[in-house]
């Protein structure tokens, strides 16, 4: 899904994976996407994707929606008259709302909150799977052509390309059955992200306008999100391409038009020509972990120089902005990564899925894949245990914001301040012991 950090569809934080045609995120589109992404895409320390593979307990059924077809009717025709005041034109509105239905089931997955966080290596276990590689390599070979012409002229490895695509929808095998149409008014009438469904609605009116899709064609997840690497409407409008000459931007049919827009995405948001997204890493047994933060920022030299060292033989890429992330804090693999991971990010703001798009990459140009081990033993903490863990450090004095069961930087800054006063490594990494500490220190 593409939102360019794009539509960071927060809401998408809650990482519903059903939302995304790639399963593994569940957001929106490219750019916009990011929001809805949010929504979708695994975020290991921030609030991670999709729910665990752990069986919550039982939930009382949620409450039937008080939205029906009848308020949905009445909302179209409302915003079509809105639309016919801005300018579009009587038959495209006719074709984009003469037979708009209804979609509850969009509402029922926009309003789910998952109870259970996702670990990282879960959701990488699935991003990065051997058969996700396989089928990868073999995609890249059959459209090798346009993947060589495509990287030529942006200047983004087909590879990257090629992981993206296989992330967001599984190399098109899942991109999608919504109509985008209805998907999208059936949000605005909903009300809880109407500005944002009401703009991409516009842009999905001006797309039909301009030709490139029919209404029945134009499909993609629940949140928006179009085509093979589920770009949202706006996104559309802004960085898809006709690459194969044919007088239309289709990014549901034309592999060359799907490969194009996703390397057009990422060059104008500033992908660096000849620049790797990054590398595993090993950090030094004095490794201040305050300093594995994307704020922070040296050059290749200077993680040197505090101990960072290569972790195979490929050595270390030359970065003169380059971040150390650990995403399981000091439990798990670290990584370096550069201007180009920032870049990814910008397409979806997870850095779970950064990490993915990296390592699939890596993984079809056959390099090795992540060679540190994860903590596979360390329990994930749910939503609740999130949100006690903020009101403990609350109560502490180390704040973390209102406590909403999202590891964010604010949760994250608390968790280290603690650690510090505590003489623990301050990686800021949420685990039982921790929480169980924090609650021993408040009694």
Not at 109 to 138: C, H, K, M
Not at 187 to 212: C, H, P, T, V, W
Request: net charge negative.
């Amino acid at each position: 899904m593409h939102y360019p950090a794009r539509f960071l569809m927060l809401s998408c934080v809650s990482l519903t994976l059903a939302a995304c045609a790639s399963q593994p995120v569940a957001n929106a589109t490219a750019g916009e996407r990011n929001a809805q992404r949010s929504a979708g895409a695994p975020v290991a320390q921030q609030s991670v994707p999709a729910p665990s593979r752990t069986a919550p307990e039982p939930r009382p059924a949620p409450e039937a929606s008080p939205r029906d077809a009848a308020g949905f009717n009445a909302w179209v025709a409302d915003f079509r008259r809105r639309a016919a005041a801005r300018g579009v034109d009587a038959a495209t509105l006719g074709t984009a709302f003469d037979h708009a239905e209804f979609q509850p089931r969009i509402i029922e997955l926009d309003n789910r909150q998952p109870e259970f966080t996702r670990a990282i290596w879960e959701y990488l276990d699935s991003a990065v799977s051997d058969t996700r590689v396989t089928n990868g390599r073999d995609k890249l070979a059959t459209h090798d052509r346009t993947g060589r012409e495509v990287e030529s002229h942006y200047g983004v490895p087909r590879t990257i390309i090629g992981a993206i695509w296989g992330v967001e929808s599984n190399y098109g095998a899942n991109f999608g059955s919504f109509e985008t149409i209805d998907a999208l008014a059936t949000m605005g009438y909903d009300g809880r992200r109407a500005s944002f469904a009401e703009e991409q609605l516009y842009a999905a009116l001006k797309i039909l306008d301009n030709g490139d899709i029919d209404r029945e064609r134009m499909r993609g997840s629940w949140a928006g999100a179009m085509g093979h690497t589920q770009f949202i409407p706006t996104s559309f409008i802004a960085y898809a391409v006709d690459e194969d000459g044919d007088g239309r931007r289709d990014i549901w049919g034309s592999i060359p038009d799907v490969m194009g827009s996703t390397a057009n995405y990422l060059e104008r948001s500033g992908w660096q020509r000849g620049q790797t997204w990054g590398r595993e890493v090993v950090l030094g047994a004095n490794f201040d972990y305050s300093s594995a933060d994307m704020d922070v920022r040296r050059s290749t030299a200077q993680w040197q120089a505090m101990g960072v060292t290569a972790v195979d033989s490929r050595g270390l890429p030359n970065i003169d902005s380059a971040s150390i992330i650990a995403p399981a804090g000091a439990h798990g693999p670290a990584f370096l990564v550069g201007p180009n991971f920032r870049t990814i990010l910008r397409y979806n703001n997870a850095t779970s899925y950064a990490l993915a798009v990296g390592l699939l990459s890596d993984r079809l140009a056959g390099e090795p894949g992540v060679q540190g081990e994860w903590p596979r033993t360390l329990a994930t903490l749910s939503r609740a245990d999130l949100k006690e863990m903020q009101r403990g450090l609350n109560r502490l004095g180390y704040g973390s914001g209102t406590p909403d069961g999202i590891m964010g930087p604010n949760t994250r800054a608390g968790l280290r301040a603690f650690q510090r006063a505590n003489e623990l490594t301050p990686d800021g990494y949420p685990t039982f012991d921790l929480l169980g500490q924090i609650q021993s220190a408040g009694n």
